[in-house]
């Protein structure tokens, strides 16, 4: 099940994060912030930053020492032990207009093919609750799912400080922020529970 935890870093942390990485960092835009394939094609862009992906090669150091600390801490809560990051990402998300967006929550997807943990850490307080469904990836993963056809396994409001770890084989999805900023900090994480 998945666990939210509160001030995973201590809130002088946070303001680091805030003021040295949101504030500072290239932002790239994507089109789509799930980057649906299938039917179900969204038009809800966003900004991004990678920090690393190593299926794709890419290491990007300039801010990822910052805040890698998010996830070994995170993972301490649980018990497990990190083997590698895999893929570190943020998404920033403004609100947008009716006329624009053509949906209020986001494609259901997971983050790879295969098993690995979430952890997700909110930058602000914000609307655009994540939704985990009970529904899990079995095999290749399905791009053509939606959130209104799973029961929820779990929903987390975006709050500073705050992280949501999962198996990264539940489906998951995000609604669109309409008030607020809605920054996250996504890792994707292999390793083992410590027995």
């Known amino acids: 099940k998945p666990l939210i935890i509160d001030d995973v870093i201590d809130k002088a942390y946070q303001s680091v994060v805030v003021e040295n990485f949101i504030q500072h960092a290239p932002w790239y835009f994507v089109s789509d912030i799930t980057f649906s394939r299938g039917s179900n094609h969204r038009k809800t862009p966003a900004l991004s930053h990678l920090f690393i992906d190593l299926e794709r090669g890419f290491t990007n150091y300039d801010y990822y020492e910052m805040v890698c600390p998010i996830a070994y801490e995170a993972c301490k809560h649980i018990n ?116």
């Open 80 to 195: 497990f032990k990190i083997h590698q990051i895999t893929k570190a990402r943020s998404f920033l998300q403004m609100p947008l207009s009716d006329t624009f967006k053509s949906t209020d929550v986001d494609a259901l997807h997971v983050d790879l093919p295969y098993q690995h943990l979430v952890v997700l850490y909110y930058v602000y307080d914000s609307d655009g609750d994540t939704i985990i469904v009970d529904h899990k990836r079995e095999g290749a993963v399905d791009f053509n799912l939606e959130a209104k056809d799973y029961p929820e396994l779990a929903r987390v409001t975006p709050k500073a400080g705050r992280c949501v770890v999962f198996d990264g084989d539940y489906y998951h999805t995000a609604e669109q922020p309409r008030d607020n900023l809605r920054a996250i900090i996504n890792f994707d994480i292999l390793g083992q529970f410590n027995v």
